[in-house]
């Protein structure tokens, strides 16, 4: 078993985690983060896409809805090629309570939210998919946000600065000397392979899992689970993100992000970290939420719903108020378990929100800087990360992708064309991975492949001939790594199936199974990746 | 290479229709194969549709009952025995014979002839652009002529570099795997301006350009070396097809092939068109483009439908009324997110799976073994006139009489029988509406 030595250990590859890589980085600490999967496959890959201006608290949660207009410009300022300044709308309608307009101004006002009032002609001049209806309506500085974007920018950065980032490295056990924790144990989780990293302090940056990892030391942290689904919108219903101006309730928000309109969310209590159902009520309910504000978008095409996890810290003293999904705070927590539980060495971090990702990690890198006798102070807030290479212009809209396509600037065929991802673009991704195993899942995640109205159906059969041209791999590999990403795309679509998204998924299956007999090779491989443990996809065939 | 051999011979009476006014409402292969049956048998025929029908996406094969290891016929006819709510069994063996029949005799007609395997009515073998192995009875003759049934190897299979839609080396490597040598093969294109979004139709209409296919066939001669057969994707020309596999075969000295590729599909395309042409020499009319918005009902009977046209409709008259809209794919049962299905023009009943609402739509797996209920459960119930049924069992028009996809009782993805009972049905739907008439 290999052993390695770092000052901090880092669990968790979602924004805090990488913030806190980032963070401690530049406070020359030595650090490594892993992550069991790839970095963004928590909390933060599973989100509404919004960088808050804090207007959703401002009704009820004070602390929250500063730290977000503070973090807002912050990331704004220091990840601008993770943001689009969209701008927010909050849009009260005849349904909604006519009081709460008022108490909701006094709320920015106290936050330093600055929430300027327009008319409904002026709002609907600015998004002429508004609703008519409307009776009250503020314009706030929201913004979107690409996780997968910002995360790779820290990490980038991180390691600019000698930090490191493991991914399919999952925590299996804290290793503990008497009250201290002194590293972890690793297992690979496509090889299965263990290892060892020694570290004078760990930090439990896992979100909905941190209960998990601490009970690994012997800890224990109360974590709510509070499952929430979005549905991605085949084209930007709106260019600026739309809020209900109500108490929060589900489906209140539409989030352009990239190429599509996230519509969201829920709040169901659940008992699992990974429980990642999307239920047909939810479906209904979201849609028929967002019809009330842009009236027609519920019988526009719904490509892809996916849930996430929202991780709600339970102080202990709280144990027995039975708050639930939103009524629980939405602000962080870190636990110095030196000063809790009297065991050195570990710090954890939950709660919160992507927006606030930053601070949370200067919150947690205090305290592990504390623990170490460390003074260096937080310097993440004021200076721009570089672009990180991987990411650079990623950010896309169609329209200048198909710009730059017409005028003979992105040479190469087009591979995927719902998000106009070019032969060469997709030759660079596999390259960037060098020998690591890579799935067709993983270019998704660094190209938007299979992201669009086909959720593959052209692209996958493309992507996987690319994939084995590129690595000289067996036919049966790419046939394989085109079978788990068939299944990992059919997932998010499930819940959708009517109207034109079932004829589409009708379209996929007829060239599936008739065009290409991708069920009918003798080993199909997509059974087994299913059946794997998680994130081995890639390593089957 | 395989020989045209007919199924069986059936003779249409010119007669049988004659004086009678039908409309097809669809043009899939069922509408297609019923506009031309009805005017083989004398009838004035009408074929209204909003666009082609699946022949365009699909790979251009005609599966019968592609798990049959032998004689074809003879495995649908047991199967048809065990269960009389298929549609092979509601439309009876005859009409699946003299179908196949109508369709080999129409498509050598218009000149896109489909093959089948010499003698014996077994299935062909023949490759996927992933290197699986299809089984349908009958195809247009350039993939046909990739049967591996006896196989002569090894192969060659050609590609095209920087062309999206097919990649040689991961055919060859399945077939490979499969116990058929095979090898892998990129030739460059002659560049052209937007080549970045080449669909198969597009790159087929290039193979017409006599300049442009040599200039690939002479990068190939040098490579054939021994190679028993060369395969292609299915591109080789639109409008020239035949010149195309000709001038290919001679330049390389042994048999060529196609492999079908992501849609639209060529062959697809090609029949289309050639039926429609065929169709309009025989007077009939034609009119793709054009929405059926409903059917005007009186008495138990269907008086006319309604056509959208800009700002009104337009309303069609005939005594007889083929519906061969397509199922949930192409429109003829429409589906939405309260799990509701029904069908738009007349709104017959619809069966669909069991359950309230979606939620067992589809298994866990897009790929899951058997299919999705709602594709093998879903459609209309027929007699065996084709005439759609009530929740009694009992005809909802008389003169009504539905066809293809849009029919209760097979799932077309999962049972290898997609093209047999559009084709079956189509053709019992038009001999129940002439006899119906007479
Ligand atoms: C439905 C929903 C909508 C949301 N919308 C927004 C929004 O619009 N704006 C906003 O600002 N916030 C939003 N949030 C909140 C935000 O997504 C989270 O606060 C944030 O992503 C949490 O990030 P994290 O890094 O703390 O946790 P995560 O992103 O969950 O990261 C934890 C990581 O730890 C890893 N891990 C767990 N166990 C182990 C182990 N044993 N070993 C190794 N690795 C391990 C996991 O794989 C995971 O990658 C939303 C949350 C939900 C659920
Ligand atoms: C802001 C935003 C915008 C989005 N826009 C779009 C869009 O336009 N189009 C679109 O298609 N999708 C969109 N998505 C959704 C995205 O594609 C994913 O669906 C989403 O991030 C959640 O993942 P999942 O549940 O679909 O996949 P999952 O596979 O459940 O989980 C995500 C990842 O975790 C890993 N993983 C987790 N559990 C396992 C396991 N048991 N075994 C193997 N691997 C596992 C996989 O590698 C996978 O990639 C968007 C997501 C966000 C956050």
């Known amino acids: 078993m290999t052993t390695t030595s770092v000052d901090v250990l880092i669990i968790g590859g979602g924004a805090t985690g990488a913030a806190a890589l980032y963070d401690l980085a530049r406070r020359g600490v030595r650090a490594l983060l892993v992550d069991q999967l790839d970095f963004t496959t928590g909390t933060s890959g599973r989100y509404h896409g919004l960088l808050h201006s804090g207007g959703r608290y401002a009704g009820r949660d004070l602390e929250t809805a500063r730290e977000c207009i503070v973090e807002n410009r912050v990331l704004r300022r220091i990840v601008p090629f993770a943001v689009e300044d969209t701008g927010g709308l909050f849009v009260a309608t005849p349904a909604d309570p006519a009081d709460f307009p008022a108490r909701w101004l006094d709320g920015c006002a106290k936050a330093g ?45 991180a ?30 989780t496509r090889s299965g392979e263990a290892r ?13 899992w941190a209960g998990a990892v601490a009970q690994l030391a012997g800890l224990n942290v109360s974590v709510k689970f509070d499952r929430g689904a979005m549905i991605a919108m085949n084209t930007r219903w709106v260019n600026t993100i739309v809020n209900r101006l109500r ?52 019988n526009g095409r719904a490509l892809r719903a996916w849930a996430g996890v929202r991780p709600l810290y339970e102080p202990p003293q709280a144990g027995h108020d039975e708050a639930q999904g939103r009524e629980v705070a939405r602000t962080f927590s870190v636990l110095d378990h030196a000063v809790l539980d009297g065991v050195r060495g570990l710090v954890t971090v939950t709660g919160g929100k992507l927006t606030t990702c930053r601070l949370m ?77 890579v799935a067709l899942d993983d270019l998704r995640r660094d190209l938007r492949l299979g992201m669009g109205p086909c959720q593959a159906g052209f692209c996958g059969v493309r992507a996987a001939g690319i994939l084995q041209a590129v690595r000289g791999q067996a036919s049966a590999e790419a046939t394989a790594a085109l079978g788990a990403f068939v299944d990992e795309r059919f997932r998010g679509v499930r819940p959708l199936l009517w109207g034109h998204q079932l004829r589409q998924l009708y379209l996929d299956e007829l060239i599936y199974r008739r065009t290409l007999g991708l069920d009918r090779l003798p080993d199909e491989g997509v059974s087994q990746a299913t059946t794997a443990a998680p994130g081995e996809e890639a390593a089957h065939g | 290479m395989a020989e045209k051999r007919k199924v069986n011979r059936c003779t249409i009476a010119a007669t049988q229709g004659r004086g009678s006014d039908v409309i097809v409402i669809g043009a899939g292969l069922s509408g297609l194969l019923a506009a031309v049956y009805a005017v083989k048998a004398g009838a004035r025929v009408r074929l209204i549709a909003t666009g082609w029908g699946q022949q365009i996406v699909s790979p251009g094969w005609i599966s019968v009952c592609d798990r049959a290891d032998d004689d074809v016929i003879a495995e649908v ?48 073998r023949l490759p996927t ?67 970045w979004d080449d669909w198969p139709a597009d790159l087929a209409r290039r193979f017409d350009d006599s300049a442009f296919r040599s200039a690939v066939l002479r990068q190939v001669q040098p490579q054939v070396k021994g190679a028993a057969r060369v395969g292609f994707p299915a591109v080789l020309g639109m409008a020239r ?198």
């Open chain 1, 113 to 157: 939210i600055p929430a300027e009032p327009l008319s409904a002609a002026q709002a609907r001049a600015a998004e002429p998919a508004l609703t008519h209806d409307i009776t009250a309506v503020y314009r706030v500085p929201d913004g979107s946000v690409d996780s997968f974007d910002m995360i790779h920018g820290f990490v980038a950065a």
């Open chain 1, 159 to 188: 390691r600019d600065l000698g930090g490191d980032a493991w991914i399919y490295q999952q925590v299996t056990a804290l290793l503990r000397e008497g009250d201290a924790v002194v590293g972890a144990t690793l297992r690979d």
């Open chain 1, 196 to 208: 060892t990293v020694h570290a004078a302090c760990v930090l439990n940056a896992t979100g909905p």
């Open chain 1, 247 to 298: 108490p929060a309730a589900d489906g209140d928000i539409l989030v352009p992000v990239g190429t599509v309109c996230v519509l969201g969310t829920t709040s169901v209590h659940t008992s699992a970290p990974d429980d990642y159902r999307v239920e047909a009520w939810e479906v209904s309910k979201i849609l028929a939420e967002a019809d009330v504000v842009v009236p027609g978008i519920r």
């Open chain 1, 361 to 437: 990690a200067e919150k947690a890198a205090d305290a592990v800087c504390a623990q170490l006798g460390i003074s260096a102070p937080c310097s993440t807030a004021d200076e721009a990360l570089p672009i990180p290479a991987a990411t650079a212009g990623r950010y896309h809209r169609l329209d200048h992708r198909l710009h730059k396509l017409e005028h003979g600037e992105m040479p190469g065929d087009l591979i995927c064309e719902c998000e106009m991802i070019t032969r060469p673009q997709l030759e660079a991704a596999i390259a960037a991975y060098g020998g690591q195993p």
């Open chain 2, 77 to 124: 006819r047991g199967y048809a025995a065990l269960h009389p709510e298929h549609p092979y069994a509601l439309a009876g063996l005859d009409a699946l014979v003299c179908a196949l029949d109508l369709l080999q005799d129409i498509a050598e007609e218009i000149g896109e002839p489909v093959a089948m395997r010499p003698r014996d009515g077994h299935n062909l």
């Open chain 2, 129 to 195: 652009m992933l290197g699986a192995l299809q089984t349908p009875l009958l195809a247009p003759a350039g993939i046909a002529a990739g049967d591996l049934t006896e196989v002569e190897e090894p192969l060659l299979i050609v590609g095209f570099a920087g062309w999206r839609d097919f990649y040689p080396a991961l055919v060859a490597g399945n077939l490979s795997a499969q116990g058929i040598a095979a090898r892998p093969l990129t030739v460059s294109l002659p560049a052209e301006r937007g080549s």
């Open chain 2, 241 to 438: 097809h035949a010149e195309v596999r000709r001038e290919f075969e001679a330049g390389l000295g042994c048999p060529v092939f196609e492999i079908p590729t992501l849609p639209p599909s060529p062959a697809g395309a090609r029949l289309s068109n050639g039926i429609r042409r065929w169709l309009l020499r025989q007077r009939a009319r034609v009119q793709i483009g054009h929405a059926v918005l409903r059917g005007n009902v009186e008495n138990g009977r269907c008086t006319g439908v309604e056509v959208g046209a800009l700002g009104h409709a337009n309303p069609f008259y005939a005594d007889t009324f083929i519906l061969a809209t397509g199922g949930l794919y192409n429109g003829g049962i429409q589906s939405d997110e309260a799990g509701r299905l029904w069908e738009p023009i007349f709104g017959f009943p619809v069966s669909g799976p069991p359950s309230e609402g979606r939620a067992d739509w589809y298994q866990g797996r897009l790929l899951a073994e058997g299919g999705h209920a709602i594709h093998g459960q879903t459609g209309l119930r027929v007699n065996a006139q084709m005439q759609p049924l009530d929740g009694d069992g009992a005809p909802v028009l008389e003169n009504v009489f539905a066809a293809g996809h849009l029919l209760a009782g097979f799932n077309p993805l999962t049972d290898g029988c997609a093209e047999g009972v559009a084709l079956a049905t189509a053709y019992k739907a038009v001999s129940a509406a002439l006899a119906a008439r007479a």
